[in-house]
């Protein structure tokens, strides 16, 4: 019998918890609880719980600044004239092809089109580069679309 006892002491000892853990432990319980109601949005619409959540959403859009998400590259109005249009294909055996849009060419306002299209690329590529080849590619009707340029760097 004292055994027993001994055994039965030892799991009410266990059970007992101090007030503190008790409360302490009630509140991560509802912290779960709020956190798990709002990343599942289970509140219903027009709710006070509802409210707050998409208050939370929208002054995350609209206050977070732009420079935290860098998705755009800063353009000027010149640029977009000038780099619009130049694609990278990639590289072959004979260097780097490019294409490059013939309206960009033609808002140059050069005679030859390999002149522009060497201008357009040095704007481009920023470092040295000698052109080895200027086709222009046309669509079904004959119009130049664009003009395909292998590059040696």
Excluded: C
């Excluded at 707050?52 to 002054?59: G, H, R, S, Y």
């Excluded at 309206?103 to 060497?118: F, H, N, Q, Y």
Aim: aromatic content about 8%; overall charge neutral; cysteine-free.
């Amino acid at each position: 019998m004292p055994e027993s006892t001994h055994l039965h002491d030892r799991v009410v000892a266990q059970g007992i918890s101090g007030p503190e853990e008790n409360l302490l432990q009630r509140a991560r319980e509802g912290v779960k609880l709020v956190a798990a109601r709002s990343v599942f949005w289970v509140y219903e619409r027009g709710s006070w719980q509802y409210d707050i959540i998409l208050a939370v959403i929208l002054a995350f859009i609209f206050l977070t600044p732009r420079s935290v998400f860098n998705d755009r590259p800063t353009l000027q109005l010149s640029d977009l004239k000038h780099f619009q249009g130049v694609i990278e294909v990639g590289r072959a055996k004979d260097g780097w092809r490019y294409l490059v849009d013939s309206r960009l060419v033609e808002s140059m306002g050069v005679d030859k089109p390999e002149e522009a299209v060497r201008e357009i690329l040095q704007r481009h590529l920023h470092k040295p580069f000698a052109i080895k080849s200027v086709e222009p590619t046309r669509d079904r009707n004959n119009v130049v679309l664009g003009y395909a340029v292998v590059v040696a760097q």
